[in-house]
């Protein structure tokens, strides 16, 4: 969800038929179509080109990442519309003038993919000759542009809960202001928020002016005002669109919806997600070797009497998991719980939240973080209202820099947790990335440890054995850690290991080579010096210089000239000379010779003839020993 402000989003009505509208059912399935503008392409420029390879690390990710979401490319302001990748997908489907169907939306698979990097191969020289680009004044209109979108949405085969169309250009307006068109293309952008069809906007220049039509038509498709409108930096927006390990908002998919109970006869309804993007690994596959068919595992619980007279165990009986039990030994007695007695244990508390009371944030310093962290966003389906109450509770814990502690317990017959709901504001993330245009204000759900989970470690005797330093020394050590100190960012923080494996499988699967992404998280060692310039003097005047080690002395060529005359090698015309090859002997010097030169010297000058499996060693001590 892309906000929660009260003032643009939250409604409140009396009506009990609100609640059943509110209900939908999510399918897990997201349509991604790129449209991009053919004005890109000139040949001074290489806009187009960074335009395509976007949406190439697009569909990478898709194939990689998002197996279940479906994708699409358009061309628009072109002058020819060749067959796409699919000839009879546009079947049923009203056509527009100066655009071109690339591919329909569908779901990647390596075909789909090795098709479009085909296409990026030749795409400098022969998309003048196969598209071509519109002249002024033939544009294609723009709101016509938007039906074919949602017509290939809808032709996708697939029931999708998310769609978004997203669109990559450098021309600040798509009509003339006082053109038919122009008013047209308002008038679609009411239809994709009433089909909640999500629109982004790409500039692929720097420096971009909203104003003239995109600041009306993104706030007519995202029913906010246009004095809430604030526009993000294009290179921000190319940024996150172009990173293949982050999705463009994570917290579209929730994990699970729940209540928090602030109080009797007090609640609101919540929903919570990842708070970053987790990278997914292979699948595991379990296959059959008669047919290749997929193996499919069910637990089946049996039993077996033993016989009182042989001890022997009889034959096995399938058991129903309702009708067993759990028994205890306690001494010569022994206890038995059923299976409804246990579910009612683990069931003490219902699922969902329940608030304890409040502590001040200074104090979060001191945990150790367990579990990864949830993020937490309001919920107007089940209880109306839910948005405004959180809104308040959000403000009054940042104005009072307080955190809530809560019992959480996310689903029905798991382990209750105690949780910190800490605010967290947009305006908080990190300068200069686009990390604040995924991250909402909401509450990051800090699992709190248990006291087995705490470590006690004495860190007084770490510096008294082996490494001494005094107080001034350890002060400048501490301020150099703090000027290297970086803000977590786990955007920008790959996994290695998987980040290779995920190049390999490209690799394999397109038969290219593709490079790693590596971590884009810590700055380059220029930077940090920069940063730490003006404590170096003083640690150099506490620690003094460091020693540098003593180079090894070089090799001199008379030196190098003697070892290889004591270990001279034969060449082919040395071993026809029986005198040569009789000093070499006498010297033992026969080592330096290969395993075919020793069967010859044997051949020639002994007239013995060795097996071609005979070793090196064996070879040398036959003709030392016919020698001797």
């Not at 892309?2 to 643009?8: E, V």
């Not at 307006?173 to 047209?184: F, K």
């Not at 790409?202 to 104003?211: A, L, R, S, T």
């Not at 579910?343 to 001191?366: A, D, I």
Request: proline share 4%; hydrophobic share 35%; charged share 30%.
């Amino acid at each position: 969800m892309a906000s929660w402000n009260p003032d643009y989003e939250v409604s409140i009505s009396d009506s009990e038929d609100d609640e059943d509208n509110l209900k939908t059912t999510y399918t897990g399935r997201e349509a991604l179509i790129f449209v991009v503008d053919a004005n890109l392409y000139t040949k001074e420029s290489s806009r187009l080109t960074d335009a395509l390879n976007i949406i190439r690390n697009a569909f990478l990710s898709g194939l990689l990442f998002n197996d279940k979401d479906v994708m699409g490319l358009v061309f628009a302001n072109t002058n020819e519309s060749p067959q796409p990748y699919e000839s009879n997908c546009l079947e049923d489907i009203e056509m527009p003038d100066n655009c071109a169907v690339f591919l329909p939306v569908r779901q990647l698979t390596k075909g789909v993919v090795d098709h479009y990097l085909r296409f990026l191969e030749t795409m400098p020289e022969s998309f003048v000759q196969t598209y071509g680009v519109a002249k002024d004044g033939s544009e294609v209109n723009f709101s016509y542009l938007l039906r074919l979108c949602l017509d290939l949405v809808g032709k996708c085969y697939y029931a999708v809960d998310n769609s978004t169309i997203v669109y990559l250009t450098d021309k600040e307006q798509p009509h003339r202001t006082n053109s038919d068109s122009y008013a047209q293309a308002f008038q679609k952008a009411a239809d994709l928020k009433d089909k909640e069809v999500d629109f982004k906007l790409i500039p692929m220049v720097d420096e971009f002016d909203y104003n003239s039509f995109y600041k009306e038509f993104l706030s007519l498709v995202k029913g906010e005002e246009m004095e809430s409108f604030v526009p993000v930096a294009p290179e921000k927006l190319r940024e996150m669109l172009a990173d293949r390990k982050i999705k463009q908002s994570f917290a579209r998919r929730s994990l699970g919806h729940f209540k928090l109970f602030l109080g009797p006869d007090l609640s609101l309804s919540a929903q919570y997600f990842n708070y970053f993007q987790k990278d997914k690994k292979p699948r595991k596959i379990l296959v059959q070797r008669s047919d290749n068919a997929v193996v499919k595992r069910k637990r089946l619980n049996t039993v077996r009497k033993i016989d009182p007279e042989t001890n022997e165990l009889g034959d096995p009986r399938a058991v129903n998991i309702t009708n067993a039990w759990y028994e205890i030994r306690l001494g010569d007695h022994s206890l038995r719980l059923t299976y409804e007695q246990v579910n009612r244990v683990r069931n003490l508390h219902v699922p969902g939240m329940m608030l304890l009371g409040f502590q001040s944030k200074s104090e979060l310093t001191k945990i150790v973080y367990c579990k990864p962290c949830n993020f937490m966003y309001p919920d107007d389906r089940h209880i109306l209202g839910s948005k405004r109450l959180f809104r308040a509770l959000w403000e009054r814990c940042r104005a009072r820099d307080k955190v809530a502690i809560c019992l959480f317990m996310s689903r029905r017959k798991s382990m209750p947790r105690y949780v910190a709901l800490v605010p967290v504001s947009r305006e908080d993330a990190t300068e200069g990335s686009y990390y604040s245009l995924l991250a909402n204000d909401g509450f990051k759900i800090v699992y709190l440890p248990y006291t087995s989970y705490v470590r006690h470690v004495d860190f007084k005797d770490w510096n008294s054995l082996e490494n001494h330093a005094s107080d001034e020394g350890v002060a400048i050590c501490e301020k150099l850690v703090r000027k290297l100190r970086l803000k977590y960012n786990p955007s920008l923080l790959s996994d290695p290991e998987i980040d290779h494996l995920q190049s390999k499988l490209l690799a394999l699967a397109f038969d290219q080579k593709f490079e790693t992404l590596g971590s884009q998280y810590f700055p380059d060692p220029q930077s940090q010096d920069t940063v730490i310039a003006e404590l170096l003097p003083e640690f150099k005047e506490i620690f003094g210089e460091d020693a540098e080690p003593a180079k090894k002395r070089a090799a001199s060529n008379s030196s190098l000239a003697s070892t290889k005359s004591k270990t001279p090698k034969l060449v082919a015309e040395d071993l026809n000379k029986k005198d040569y090859v009789m000093q070499m002997i006498n010297n033992r010097a026969l080592d330096s010779c290969t395993k075919q030169q020793l069967m010859q010297i044997l051949e020639e000058h002994f007239n013995k003839t060795m097996p071609k499996s005979s070793k090196k060693q064996d070879l040398l001590d036959c003709i030392y020993d016919l020698n001797d």
